[in-house]
């Protein structure tokens, strides 16, 4: 991988986790501090204006920098590549696929949905918004757990690159 590429990778990686640590601990800590329940929602609704396209920008810096890099290994292994890389590479597609579901039901399914019932767009009670807020926490979780599986795999595959 060359250089900048490691490095935007590794750039994408940082901001995708960074910012689903940042949103579980700051919904699960600051929320639980706040007694008002409409400060809370519009709380949460404020950082989701922020978080959501992070995230979404960090998931598709890796998945962009990891094709190209992918590309270059298919150069560079020829007719070794699948042999090397094949079962690795399915379950790898296969988390990023989770990802990318869960992430687009995260942001553009239940997120707006919530946004637009805090700012009172469409009709949603305070019960309503809070149960949106711990779906959106919920997934938030599963997309780091998935988001681990697949560094892992990643790491798995970077030492086999070195193999001659």
């Known amino acids: 991988m060359s250089e900048f590429l490691a490095y935007l990778h590794l750039f ?50 890796v998945f962009m920098s990891g094709a190209i890099h992918l590309t270059t290994l298919k150069i560079g292994f020829g007719s070794r590549y699948f042999e090397t890389f094949g079962r690795i590479l399915l379950s790898k597609f296969g988390m990023t696929l989770l990802i990318f579901l869960v992430a687009g039901m995260q942001c553009f399914g239940m997120g707006l949905k919530f946004q637009r019932m805090v700012y009172g767009v469409i009709e949603g009670d305070l019960a309503k918004q809070a149960r949106y807020a711990k779906k959106i926490w919920r997934a ?9 599986i697949t560094l892992w795999l990643g790491l798995k595959m970077g030492a086999l690159t070195h193999v001659p």
Do not use: T, Y
């Open 12 to 61: 994408g990686l940082a901001v995708s986790l960074g910012s689903g640590i940042f949103f579980i601990l700051l919904v699960f800590f600051w929320s639980k501090s706040v007694p008002d329940q409409a400060i809370r929602m519009k709380g949460i609704a404020d950082s989701l204006r922020v978080f959501h396209p992070l995230f979404l920008f960090g998931i598709c810096l």
């Open 140 to 148: 938030q979780v599963m997309n780091l757990l998935f988001l681990a």
